[in-house]
């Protein structure tokens, strides 16, 4: 487990090389263990989400990460009745996690949930999903673009407590701007040469998303697809720390 960053304030002081994420978006155990060798020390922090879950493995990934000194950010997005999600935070404090996602929707839940969490696990608040543009928001009757969206949900969720955010890059100096420094904004939809025709629609560049005012980047696509995945997640690393240099 990493040492106490400090419980004063919600921001999570992370090193340069902690500010890439990589989206550990596999099917089991082997898979994972596969990728961690294969990126060695180009990537220190990562990601596991609901694909791992499905495979029985997930907690047994957990350990091995945090066996090899890397941090871990548990993406299951909670959205659930208050106590229910109160009571799985509360749980996934014993473990060695850096970040977890649930649901920017509701604030008697976000409540919950912070007053659960123990230990140095920061909460993220999932604001709009990045495969999601203002279409997708209409059809489901919010009237508000994207930009304006995620802004009033960091609100939110900074006034219930929850230490940061998922946001599209887009999205990130706007929420600066609203929500001041000590609050982490994490963004994922990274496309190092723009958008591609995936299913994430609103995508910035590296040194975009740090410039907006980002203070990490969840990568997936344009590493696990490279020829070389840790020369890329090298050349990433070398554009995060020229963007976090020149701010």
Known sequence: MHASAGTEGHKLDLQPHERLIFAL????????????????????????????????????????????????????????????????????????????TIHGWHAAMMEAAAAAKRGDMRLLAVTVLTSMDRDDLKALGIALGPDRMVVQRALAAQAAGIDGVIASGLEAAALRAAVGRDFNIICPGIRLDGPVGDDQKRTVGVAEAFRNGADAIVVGRPIRLAADPRAAARAIQEKIFQAISNS
Do not use: N
């Open 25 to 100: 978006d596999v099917h089991d155990q082997a898979e994972a263990r596969d990728w961690v060798d294969r990126l060695g020390d180009s990537v220190s922090f990562y990601k596991i989400g609901m694909e791992l879950l499905a495979s029985g493995e997930y907690f047994r990934v957990m350990d091995e990460l945090s066996e090899r000194g890397k941090r871990i950010f548990v993406d299951l997005k909670f959205f659930d009745i208050p106590a229910t999600v109160a009571a799985a935070i509360e749980g996934l404090s014993r473990w060695p996690v850096t970040f977890c």
